[in-house]
Nanobody, 125 residues
Framework: QVQLVESGGGLVQPGGSLRLSCAAS????????IGWFRQAAGKEREGVSC????????FYADSVKGRFTISRDNVNNTMYLQMNNLKPEDTAVYYC??????????????????WGRGTQVTVSS
């Protein structure tokens, strides 16, 4: 059974850090492009970051550049999103995704094969 399961969300104060994890099962991540998306209340889902299967093409939304880092661990079949210097505007449900096409497009706008169910991140004092 193909599955992506996010974890690591929670409540953090502004300026704090979180690391989101997304464990894959039923397929191997190393052949897939991976991405992180978020959807804040009342807003459309947006691409936060994505990286190609060969790690040779990466996208970050302007709002997170220099603060967020996407990565993968092929041994553990898991992807990560390290989030530093978090701001209240980062509050959203965060989703991971995987795409067997292997490459990524600008703003991660493409058809993603698999999605996780999401994890809530709340940045508030």
């Amino acid at each position: 059974q193909v599955q992506l399961v996010e974890s690591g969300g929670g409540l953090v104060q502004p300026g704090g850090s979180l690391r989101l994890s997304c464990a894959a099962s039923g397929f191997t991540l190393d052949a897939y492009a991976i991405g992180w998306f978020r959807q804040a209340a009342g807003k459309e889902r947006e691409g936060v970051s994505c990286i190609s299967s060969r790690n040779d093409r990466t996208f970050y939304a302007d709002s997170v550049k220099g603060r967020f880092t996407i990565s993968r661990d092929n041994v553990n079949n898991t992807m990560y999103l390290q989030m530093n210097n978090l701001k209240p505007e980062d509050t959203a449900v965060y989703y991971c995704a995987a795409d067997g096409w292997g490459t990524v497009q600008d703003r991660c706008v493409q058809i993603w094969d698999y999605w996780g169910r999401g994890t809530q991140v709340t940045v508030s004092s």
